[in-house]
């Protein structure tokens, strides 16, 4: 099945500063790749995603990357706020066929110092 | 527009009790799952749903049943919890491979 790694575990970045964070996975038949944000005590929303058709999606101050050749997509958070304090996951699925669901990475735990 | 709804919110159970956690969607996903979220795991896939009457198992779906009689709700049964089952549960939806909506979570502590 797929395994999806992510890194690092915990990232501070000072307020204003870029954050990046990465994942690589597995399968390469996995051909969908969704971020998810989660806030304290609350479920994770989506983001922003990308499918393997593209290999880059911006959307106002966050973008991800995608290298489907060496199996891994970043996501890049410029300009950070308080307000992007949070848990971000990193997902993978197949689209179309397959294993229904997506396998998740461990999450990243940002913190923005201000 | 609520969305995904999960009740209970909190429950503790003790070593060989069993409960239902209910999920109920409206907004008229055919696709529905059951994550659990531990620690340093990230959210790893229970079971899922593809349309009502249809169920399959996930990544971790031992201990757990599950049931899709109505196309709105997702049922996640335990029929004899146990502490290792001390988790958070969040259930999801979608339209087919789209978007995974997820609801607020269900703590669960199996004393």
């Known amino acids: 099945g797929e395994n999806v790694e992510q890194h690092p575990s915990t990232l501070s970045v000072q307020e204003g500063d870029s954050a990046v964070i990465k994942c690589t996975y597995s399968?390469?038949?996995?051909?969908?790749f969704p971020w998810y944000k989660q806030e304290l005590g609350k479920g994770p929303q989506l983001i922003i995603d990308i499918r393997s058709n593209v290999g880059e999606k911006k959307d106002q101050r966050i973008a991800v990357t995608l290298n489907k050749t060496a199996k891994h997509f970043s996501l890049h958070i410029t300009e950070t706020q308080p307000e992007d304090s949070a848990v971000y996951f990193c997902?993978?699925?197949?689209w179309g066929g397959g294993a229904d669901g997506l396998t998740f990475g461990k999450g990243t735990h940002l913190i923005i110092q201000p | 527009n609520a969305g995904v709804t999960q009740t209970p919110k909190f429950r503790v159970l003790k070593t060989g009790q069993s409960m239902t956690l209910l999920c109920a969607q409206d907004?008229?996903?055919?696709?529905m799952y059951w994550y659990r979220q531990d620690p340093g795991m990230g959210l790893r896939l229970i079971h899922y749903s593809v349309g009502e009457g249809t169920t399959a198992k996930g990544e971790v779906p031992d201990g757990y049943n599950v049931s899709r009689l109505k196309k709105q709700n997702f049922l996640l049964g335990l029929e004899s919890a146990a502490p290792s089952q001390t988790s958070v549960y969040f259930c999801?939806?979608?339209?087919?491979?789209?978007?995974?909506?997820f609801g607020q979570g269900t703590r669960l502590t199996v004393v």
């Open positions: 399968d390469s038949a996995s051909n969908y």
């Open positions: 997902a993978a699925s197949t």
């Open positions: 999801a939806s979608s339209y087919r491979r789209t978007e995974a909506f």
């Open positions: 907004m008229n996903h055919e696709y």
